[in-house]
Nanobody
Framework: QVQLVESGGGLVQAGGSLRLSCAASGRTFSSYAMGWFRQAPGKEREFVAAISRSGGNIYYADSVKGRFTISRGNAKNTVYLQMNSLKPDDTAVYYC???????????????????WGQGTQVTVSS
């Protein structure tokens, strides 16, 4: 059973930065594309960023492009989300997830992912 554990959330003022981490169990981390999603109160879970197995292909939601950076360290079984220039609209629970697809690209749909972490709260104050 795969386990994904997010960390790094917290309370930050608008314009600040946070770095989220997602540690995965198992020996096959490098075989899977990974993604970050978020869910604000009363809203549906939405795509934030995705990264391919090798880290060579990356994609961002328009709302975070230029401010967030996704990366991965396959040797550490970890995927990261560096979030800069945070806005109050970024307030949400952030989830990492694993995509079991066999392609070399990234995945942006919730349905493409099979395992999810428990989430970490990010709150941005104005």
């Amino acid at each position: 059973q795969v386990q994904l554990v997010e960390s790094g959330g917290g309370l930050v003022q608008a314009g600040g930065s946070l770095r989220l981490s997602c540690a995965a169990s198992g020996r096959t981390f490098s075989s899977y594309a990974m993604g970050w999603f978020r869910q604000a109160p009363g809203k549906e879970r939405e795509f934030v960023a995705a990264i391919s197995r090798s880290g060579g292909n990356i994609y961002y939601a328009d709302s975070v492009k230029g401010r967030f950076t996704i990366s991965r360290g396959n040797a550490k079984n970890t995927v990261y989300l560096q979030m800069n220039s945070l806005k109050p609209d970024d307030t949400a629970v952030y989830y990492c997830a694993r995509a079991p697809g066999s392609g070399s690209g990234y995945y942006t749909s919730l349905d493409d992912y099979d395992f999810w972490g428990q989430g970490t709260q990010v709150t941005v104050s104005s």
